[in-house]
């Protein structure tokens, strides 16, 4: 059984910084693309990004690119965002997705599996 486990959410500062990871467990990451969406409160989940399976591609919403970075640890079967230069709209529920694909996605509705979040707010 496949399952994901989301950590590192936290309060960050205006422009700050944290790091998201994801624990895969009950397959290998190099056999899933996986995904990062988001949800705030009272918003429906949207995509922030995805990896490939061998972790050469990346995909990133616009409200994210240049500011997110996503990238995986196929040793450690982890994947990771990289959040810098927060801004209010980056706060919210992420979530890590994952699906046995070769091809990329973003539509929440081809995502196979689901982790339980972790949740990212906005410090002054």
């Known amino acids: 059984q496949v399952q994901l486990v989301e950590s590192g959410g936290g309060a960050v500062p205006p422009g700050g910084s944290l790091k998201l990871s994801c624990l895969v467990t009950?397959?290998?990451?190099?056999?899933?693309?996986t995904a990062w969406f988001r949800q705030a409160p009272g918003y429906s989940r949207e995509w922030v990004s995805t990896?490939?399976?061998?972790?050469?591609?990346?995909d990133y919403a616009d409200s994210v690119e240049g500011r997110f970075t996503i990238s995986k640890d196929n040793a450690k079967n982890t994947v990771y965002l990289q959040v810098t230069n927060r801004t209010p709209g980056d706060a919210g529920t992420y979530f890590c997705a994952a699906v046995r694909a070769s091809a990329m996605i973003r539509d929440s509705d081809r995502v196979r599996y689901w982790g339980q979040g972790t949740r990212v707010t906005v410090s002054s």
């Open positions: 990896i490939s399976t061998g972790g050469l591609t990346t």
């Open positions: 009950g397959e290998s990451i190099s056999r899933l693309v």
